[in-house]
C-alpha cells in the first residue's frame, strides 16, 4: 500500500527551524513530484513548497521564499522541508503529497487523487 507519513513537527518560538519529513512506503519518491501544502485554522489550504520529479526544480511560496528548502533524501526514500526563522504566521498542519512523474505536467499541481499524508503540526508561539 502506497503512502506518505509526515514527522518532524513542533511547538517552537519566533526565530526557530524546523525540519519536516515525508516518508514514502510501498514506492520510491525519487520517482514522484512532491508539495508541502499547510493549512492554518480558519484558512483554506495552501501550497508552500514543491519539488520536480524530472529535474528537482522547486518552488516556493513568496511566504517563505529564502526561509524554506525542500530536498530529497533519495537513500531513506524521504522529502524533506528545512524551514528557518519560523513566524507566527507559519503556524498550521503541513501535508505533504506525491504524484507519480507520468502524471507531472507542471510543477506544484496535485489532487485528491494524489497521495496525501495525514499532516504534521507546526506551531510558532512565543
Known amino acids: 500500500q502506497k503512502k506518505v507519513v509526515e514527522s518532524g513537527g513542533g511547538l517552537v518560538q519566533p526565530g526557530d527551524s524546523l525540519r519536516l519529513s515525508c516518508t514514502a512506503s510501498g514506492f520510491f519518491l525519487d520517482d514522484y513530484a512532491v508539495g508541502w501544502f499547510r493549512q492554518a485554522p480558519g484558512k483554506e489550504r495552501e501550497v508552500v513548497s514543491c519539488i520536480s520529479s524530472s529535474d528537482d526544480s522547486t518552488y516556493h511560496a513568496d511566504s517563505v521564499k529564502g526561509r524554506f528548502t525542500i530536498f530529497r533524501d533519495n537513500a531513506r526514500n524521504t522529502i524533506y522541508l528545512r524551514m528557518n526563522t519560523l513566524k507566527p504566521e507559519d503556524t498550521g498542519v503541513y501535508s505533504c503529497?506525491?504524484?507519480?512523474?507520468?502524471?507531472?505536467?507542471?510543477?506544484?499541481?496535485?489532487?485528491?487523487?494524489?497521495?496525501w499524508g495525514q499532516g504534521t503540526q507546526v506551531t510558532v508561539s512565543s
Open positions: 503529497v506525491a504524484r507519480h512523474k507520468r502524471l507531472e505536467h507542471s510543477l506544484c499541481v496535485f489532487d485528491r487523487y494524489d497521495t
